[in-house]
């Protein structure tokens, strides 16, 4: 029976007498007639001590069976002293030092020879770290009612507006792949299921490279019916990113570790502050003027990335947590589907405004969301503004014109949370098999 390396110490514990482990040849030593081989599987590693290295090489998969034995010099005070072993599976001569510290390994090498690098236990946990997002995302909603979709991602249109669409070729036509659900997630509130929400991958040509954009990344979308405005989605996602990060803490400790990395505490995000737009805008300025040593900063226009991060470091300061939520975006910065924010107050508010939110989470935006347009007739005289045909937009026509809710939604970037609990230097180590400009191998 296979006894996983975790376990070793303690069959060393009950004295077992013969046992069998599998995995991976991490390290080979020879030292003064002795072999020590350091053996990984899944759970973690043990060191094997062998008589002779015989055709071993390292990142060879193998079988052995030894006897377990308690020795203070090695990893973990336990050893395997092999008396049989079997190679399954030969490994050639490596590309790079698949054993090294990654932090001597660039992002390249690492993405280039990335059925390799996975190997190493500390990238894989970035892994183990992103199941746990899923899995606490979809828990928390389906605890909440709400149903779990798959939609097409392949779509004849733009639901985000903008250009940046990939072609695809689709027998004697051409259609896109798809930028987010939108469409598909307001169709299913509409249907009646009223609450539902998509893990999957969503596509954008966008042909920046940065440490933020993917041009293929999992989106967690959800949708819901019934809202009066954004700040219902903000409360609603202020418990859904608790209790994430209260599983992850829970699930993922060593995880965490191995990047040196910590979740923000339980209550923590309770206390995230929601800021407006323009006030956002004149904090992150106050915050540039007042960083030391800044000289004459140029003024911030927008939320852009250093924007994102002034506004962090505020919140940090100020609540007590690294996130924040800004709402009420003016209109030009959001699509056509937003909900205006005058149409709900009647005119109070400046006609320009949307009821839309960003979730800024240590320095990067991580979620956008908004209550949509619902009514079918507003709808319709608004798309000429956007520069966009009723005609092209049958299905969404379709989901308005026929009974709709007041509703709205948000979607959550999966790579992003991963790289920013974990402080990844860049979003694309958080994707098994990034998609950017340069790269579609592996
Ligand atoms: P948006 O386009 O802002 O909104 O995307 C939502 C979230 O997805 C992530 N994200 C990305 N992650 C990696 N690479 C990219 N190129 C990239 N682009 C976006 C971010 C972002 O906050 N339909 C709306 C959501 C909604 O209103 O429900 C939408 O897609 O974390």
Redesign the pocket.
């Known amino acids: 029976m296979r006894v996983l390396a975790k376990d070793i110490p303690s069959a060393a514990r009950e004295g077992k007498d013969e046992i069998e482990a599998s995995g991976w040849v991490h390290r080979i030593r020879e030292l003064g007639g002795v072999v020590f081989v350091i053996l990984r599987d899944r759970s973690g590693m043990v060191q094997l001590v062998l008589e002779e290295k015989g055709g071993l090489t390292l990142e060879s998969v193998i079988t052995v069976k030894g006897v377990p034995a308690f020795n203070e010099k090695a990893p973990g005070g336990v050893e395997l002293k092999v008396k049989e072993i079997r190679i399954l599976s030969r490994a050639a001569d490596l590309p790079y030092q698949v054993n090294a510290d990654i932090g001597k390994i660039g992002l390249d090498v690492i993405l280039d020879n990335r059925v390799l690098s996975l190997r190493n236990p500390k990238i894989r946990s970035i892994f183990k770290v992103q199941a746990t997002i899923v899995e606490a995302f979809a828990e928390y909603l389906r605890r909440a009612d709400f149903t779990e979709i798959k939609t097409s991602k392949l779509s004849s249109g733009s ?2 507006g903008g250009t940046n669409l990939f072609k695809v070729e689709y027998f004697d036509r051409t259609l896109c792949l798809a ?2 659900p ?1 469409l598909y ?1 307001e169709a299913m509130v509409a249907s009646g299921l009223e609450r539902v929400f998509e893990i999957a991958p ?1 596509y ?1 040509a ?1 042909k920046h490279d940065t440490p ?4 293929e ?1 999992v ?1 967690l ?1 959800l ?1 819901m019916g019934f809202i009066e405005s954004e700040k219902d989605l903000i409360e609603l996602e202020k418990g859904l990113l608790a209790y994430i990060f209260d599983e992850v803490a829970r699930k993922n400790g060593p995880d965490l570790a191995a990047w040196d990395a910590a979740v923000p505490p339980a209550g923590a995000v309770g206390a995230a502050p929601t800021v407006a737009y323009e006030e956002a805008l004149k904090i992150a300025n106050e915050e540039q003027a007042g960083a030391k040593g800044n000289g004459n900063p140029a003024r911030i226009f927008d939320i852009n990335p250093e924007a994102e991060r002034l506004l962090s470091e505020w919140s940090l300061r100020e609540y007590g947590v690294e996130l924040l939520f800004v709402n009420e975006f003016p209109r030009r910065y959001r ?1 056509f589907y937003t909900y205006p924010v005058e149409a709900a107050e009647g005119g109070g508010k400046p006609a320009a405004l949307t009821m839309s939110f ?2 800024i989470f240590r320095g990067l ?6 209550r949509r347009q619902h009514d079918y007739s507003a709808f319709a005289q608004a798309l000429p503004k956007f520069g966009l045909k009723e005609e092209n937009m049958a299905g969404y026509a379709a989901v308005l014109k026929y009974g709709c809710p007041p509703h709205g ?5 999966l ?3 991963t790289q920013k609990i974990l402080a990844l230097g860049s ?1 694309k180590e958080a994707s098994l098999f990034p998609r950017d400009r340069r790269r579609v191998e592996p």
């Open positions: 639901t985000e930028q987010s939108q997630k969503v954008r966008e933020r954009h993917l041009n990344y989106s979308d949708e699509p960003d979730a935006e991580i979620t956008s969301g908004s939604g948000f979607a959550i970037g790579e992003r949370l979003v």
